[in-house]
């Protein structure tokens, strides 16, 4: 038998029906996620034709996008105070209910941005086929899952067959050597990937990420790393199982139980990349070499060193207009400008490492004055979690506020948002004008890099804070 | 769905790389339950400024865009989320094809499902269309080419399934359906 990659063995293990010159893979779909933001108009379609949900117990529906983590608002003391979001949380509801769907709703203990809840839940497995009306499905790959961002015409199609026409994507190797050096994390690789390979690299691909420095990750870390995979244009990013995978499962409340739990394991194994496989791909980084990285223009793929200057290069029309947007200028060092707001959660880095990470820098220091520090949790577990190790506490004696989870400032439609003209340093994962609301500047970087912004109330080098 | 055989149009020209799907429709208008009227928010933070009043200087907010429905935009167009919000704008706004060198995977996808036909030429035409903003195109899906107004022409690639459905007007849903027994012989048969 000849050798495959871990992407090969997934896709074939899910062919209901093979491409053909004619038409593409009929592909099934294990785990299907839901949220309220790009569900409503498929659920639509599926009444207009009088169609079912075909296996409602393989879909996980959260709300997280268009939710508050304002705790009043989230519990229902006071309305949601975006109408059009409180409209689409009770549409969403009812939804869910009309078609038989379980949700983790606004008052679940279980609910919690959708790609940090699918594994935290053990929903998420390896060798499983996971699709998401949402770019950021890539972070399930960190368990060998195959999970990509769907539309929502697709999210119909899942609902109402289990199953998707893909084409088969191409593959690309990311190789990563070497070790990361303490104060640079798994947020600052995947920044460093997609400065390396560019935001349309991954195009067409479907990135496994392998090497020594990717083994020696831990799940959480893995997860950031494939989240991004998107910012680097490819649909999906995947990291071989093994006994990390494995021990960060075992016992959740999704995961297979006593026989199963040992049968699933040893496929799961089987998992791995042959020796020999071919990708259409392969592009080295060097782990050693990294530093903490920080981006300074309108996309994840303009990312430069902490210690580094903003590029100066005449004549781009793309740079400049970023540079422009940014308010910086060619050849300005990074550290020492002036920040004033500081976001840490998304399901970038939401979980509770990230927080952990964060807290450490920031323990017995204050949030600069005249900036703004948000943390949110990215779910209602990690939230419990964060509170019985009392990092809640650091945050707000430090002065940040502390939230009730969802993916809040990194998408600024649920009225967490950055003013106009302010730079915010952010732990998410997407620098677009905008984004964080209309007119802020984002500085994408890791949470020690965040939290680090937040004492010295501008860009700062986060080793210098690191606890010893 | 309408079939779709050619398209003929004045270009509309945004000539931004790596547009992303927050600039093609800002996330705060993702609140929405329904997928008609997006086409006053598609680009709004471009066309707008902070006060809401029209940027006149901008492509979209000028007259000569009615009627045109071939955008063609920089390099790497509609990367970021997956959002068909994007596409629905697109159209609701007048746009029917997209052109560029590169276009991101889901956009593609979803701009297919809607009958937005997403179209990626090599540089050379890019070029062309580029310097030549308002040049009448025409877009044969059925022969999958762009004829200029010079007689110059470019194939595209377009996923064959994609075109068969756009050319007769029918949704991917229903050939899905069909497969409802294969479907189920493949979950009796998995074993976990």
């Known amino acids: 038998m000849s050798a495959k990659t871990l992407f090969e063995k997934v896709w074939e293990q899910h062919q209901v029906v093979p491409e053909s010159a004619d038409t593409p893979a009929v592909l099934y779909i294990d785990l299907h996620l839901v949220h309220e933001v790009t569900s409503p108009q498929a659920f639509s379609v599926l009444r207009s034709q009088n169609l079912k949900v075909r296996r409602p117990e393989r879909v996980l529906a959260t709300m997280d996008h268009s939710t508050p983590t304002d705790p009043d608002e989230v519990f229902g003391r006071v309305p949601i105070k975006v109408e059009s979001a409180a409209r689409q949380v009770k549409e969403f509801e009812k939804n869910c209910k009309e078609f038989g769907i379980e949700l983790m709703g606004l008052g679940s203990e279980y609910r919690g941005i959708v790609h940090v809840i699918g594994p935290e839940l053990g929903a998420t497995q390896p060798g499983k086929t996971i699709v998401c009306g949402d770019s950021h499905t890539a972070t399930h790959g960190a368990f060998g899952a195959l999970a990509f961002g769907i539309g929502t015409t697709e999210v119909g199609h899942v609902l109402a067959t289990q199953c998707l026409l893909q084409r088969r994507p191409k593959t690309l190797a990311i190789e990563v050597t070497g070790k990361l ?4 994390t798994a947020k600052d690789l995947i920044l460093a990937i997609i400065g390396e390979i560019g935001v349309s690299g991954g195009t067409g691909y479907v990135i496994e990420y392998r090497g020594s420095a990717i083994e020696a990750l831990s799940m959480e870390e893995r997860m950031t790393v494939c989240n991004m995979s998107i910012e680097a244009g490819a649909r999906a990013g995947m990291i071989a199982p093994d006994e990390t995978t494995f021990a960060y499962l075992r016992g959740r409340r999704f995961a297979p139980q006593g026989k199963a739990w ?27 070499k990294l530093e903490p990285m920080i981006s300074y223009g309108t996309h994840p793929g303009m990312v430069v060193p902490i ?3 903003v ?55 204050k949030v600069a004055g005249g900036v703004r520090m948000l943390v949110v949790p990215g779910s209602q577990q990690v939230k419990r979690e964060a509170e019985r190790l009392g990092l809640d506490k650091i945050f707000t004696e430090a002065g940040a506020e502390w939230r009730e989870s969802g993916c809040s400032m990194c998408i600024g439609m649920n009225g967490d948002t950055a003013g106009r003209g302010q730079y915010a340093v952010s732990t998410s994962n997407r620098n677009f004008e905008g984004r964080q609301g209309a007119g802020a500047r984002t500085l994408l970087a890791s949470p020690a890099t965040a939290a680090a912004a937040a004492i010295a109330g501008k860009i700062a080098d986060p080793r210098a804070f690191l606890p010893h | ?49 902070a006060n809401g009043a029209v940027k006149s200087d901008f492509i979209l907010n000028k007259p000569e865009v009615t ?6 935009a920089g390099r790497n167009f509609g990367c970021g989320s997956s959002r068909e919000h994007a596409p629905w704008a697109l159209l609701d706004f007048g746009f029917r094809a997209v052109i560029s060198t590169e276009i991101a995977d889901i956009f593609r996808n979803n701009s297919l499902k809607n009958g937005l036909l997403p179209i990626v030429v090599d540089e050379q035409t890019h070029h062309w269309l580029l310097d030549n903003p308002g040049a009448r195109v025409n877009i044969d899906l059925e022969t999958t080419t762009l004829t200029l107004p010079t007689g110059a022409t470019a194939k595209f690639p377009i996923e064959g399934f994609a075109r068969v459905c756009l050319l007769n007007g029918v949704d991917e849903l229903g050939f899905l359906l069909q497969q409802a027994p294969a479907i189920e012989r493949y979950e009796a048969a998995r074993m976990f």
């Open chain 1, 181 to 184: 050096r303490p104060g640079v």
């Open chain 1, 262 to 288: 040992d049968e699933a394991v040893a496929r799961w194994r089987e998992l791995k990349t042959d020796p020999g496989a071919k990708f259409d791909r392969v592009v080295t980084i060097d782990a050693d």
């Open chain 1, 307 to 309: 210690t580094g200057t």
């Open chain 1, 311 to 365: 590029p100066d290069i005449a004549n781009d029309p793309v740079h400049a207009k970023a540079l422009n947007y940014m308010g910086l200028q060619g050849g300005e060092a990074m550290v020492g400008k002036p920040i004033q707001v500081v976001f840490i959660g998304s399901c970038t880095n939401g979980r509770l490492s990230d927080l952990e990470l964060a807290a450490g820098v920031l323990k017995g220091h």
């Open chain 2, 1 to 49: 769905m309408q079939p779709i055989r050619t398209i003929e149009s004045r270009t509309v020209v945004i000539p931004v790389t790596n547009i992303d799907t927050d600039q093609i429709i800002p996330a705060r208008f993702l609140t929405t339950t329904t997928r008609e009227g997006l086409g006053k928010q598609a680009f709004a933070d471009w066309r707008y400024d």
């Open chain 2, 67 to 72: 009627g045109a429905t071939v955008l063609v």
